[in-house]
């Protein structure tokens, strides 16, 4: 059987460690969430880029 202090130990480090890892992600989160910001108004910016350029091939293609 283990004694208190052990166990104490052992608790103590497996707090830690999913403290650290659960920093972690929060870390890769943040970051994640500052890519997805950057490349929003690209999508956008494309999405009606794209719509236009579809009209444009559309109204071409149809015979006058």
């Given at each position: 059987?283990?004694?208190?202090?052990?166990?104490?130990?052992?608790?103590?480090?497996?707090?830690?460690?999913?403290?650290?890892?659960?920093?972690?992600?929060?870390?890769?989160?943040t970051?994640?969430?500052?890519?997805?910001?950057?490349?929003?108004?690209?999508?956008?910016?494309?999405?009606?880029?794209?719509?236009?350029?579809?009209?444009?091939?559309?109204?071409?293609?149809?015979?006058?």
């Open positions: 059987m283990k004694t208190p202090q052990e166990q104490l130990n052992e608790v103590q480090s497996r707090f830690d460690s999913n403290l650290a890892k659960a920093q972690g992600i929060e870390q890769q989160i970051q994640l969430q500052s890519q997805l910001r950057e490349i929003q108004q690209p999508l956008i910016e494309d999405q009606g880029a794209i719509k236009a350029l579809k009209m444009c091939i559309e109204s071409v293609e149809q015979p006058a």
